[in-house]
């Protein structure tokens, strides 16, 4: 098991309102698009079912769901030290992912209004929930003194610009990743309420149906346009985000195994179980999906996420950046041959239309 990083105090903007995270590769991340090949794309292969999706989000079925109740009034002094600076970093990285998707969905939304008046209102259904969670995590945030000012940073990320189909690719990956994460959270606390160390874990089975529909439009929205799956450059790139998702995961939550083990989890367990009904869900619609059940998966994940707490480890160190920088470099490139094997390695073909 991978240890995790000393302890450090949060630097805040002013009194309360907590300083974001350092923008890393492992951070979330804010996307912009071409939003002009965006209106112009044609769904009538699939309308039907985004039809039908998009009678889902207007149902709403958690528009009463993210409200505090009476178990978040009380003090949360008993979580301290470690456990609870890692607790503070898994809410500001979920509000950071969630107001991201929020967002993109809501200037997608006005950008195809009047264009592509489906995906428009998807979309726009779609921020709402987002904005929700990240509210609601924002919140919890604010229970243990400190919360994320969002203007500041909707002002102050780097974006990074995706095609539309790597949009897709990736949106519908952090969709379905999200799902089997929350899920997997809460049917674990769902037997063992002694773990169940703050009252938002509650909410977990609900909030995830959300991150399930969002993640069943974008399967839909692939669905619509064959040309991201039918060629030998789709799988290239499903490979990619596949392995891109699975590896951010992995590097940063055995990072912060003590948070999961304060929750009752293994983290390294955890992740492999929610890689494994992932990657299974991806193969309802990616035509590759990664062999996870190959012998040296694992052992490569291990071995990239060892070499990562090196990086850290090296980073916090006394001495000169420079020479800290030269120590990490060998590290840096053990973590990328070892990621180029897990991608060289013979993907699981999917036949079209075939649930894995």
Known sequence: MVATPS?????????????PAKETILTPRFYTTDFEAMAAMDIRANEEELRAILKEF?????????????????????IDGETRRLFIEFLERSCTAE??????????????????PILAECFSLMSRDEARHAGFLNKAMADFGLSLDLGFLTSHRSYTFFAPKFIFYATYLSEKIGYWRYITIY???????????????????????????????????????????????????????LLSVFATMYLNDLQRAKFYAAIG???????????????????????????????????????CAARYLQIIRIGESQGAKLWKRLRQIPHALGIGVNLLRLYLMRPVRVVPGQVC
């Open 7 to 19: 302890e450090a105090p949060f630097t805040e903007l002013r009194p309360g309102i907590k300083a």
């Open 265 to 303: 989890l293994e983290a390294r367990s955890y992740d492999l179980e929610v890689i494994r009904k992932t990657n299974w869900t991806a193969g309802r619609v990616f035509p590759v999906i990664l062999n996870v059940d190959h012998p040296q998966f694992e052992r490569l994940l291990d071995a």
């Open 99 to 116: 107001f991201s998707g929020f967002l993109l969905y809501k200037e997608l939304s006005r950008k195809l209004k009047g264009k592509n």
């Open 58 to 78: 207007q149902a709403d079925y958690n528009r009463h769901h993210f409200v505090r109740d009476e178990d978040f009034n009380r003090s949360w002094d008993h």
């Open 187 to 241: 049917r674990h606390l769902e037997k063992h309420p002694e773990d169940r160390i703050y009252p938002i874990f509650k909410f977990f089975e609900n909030w995830c149906q959300d991150e399930n529909r969002h993640g069943d439009f974008f399967d839909a929205i692939l669905r619509a346009n064959p040309q991201f799956l039918n060629d030998w450059k789709a799988r290239l790139w499903c490979r990619f985000f």
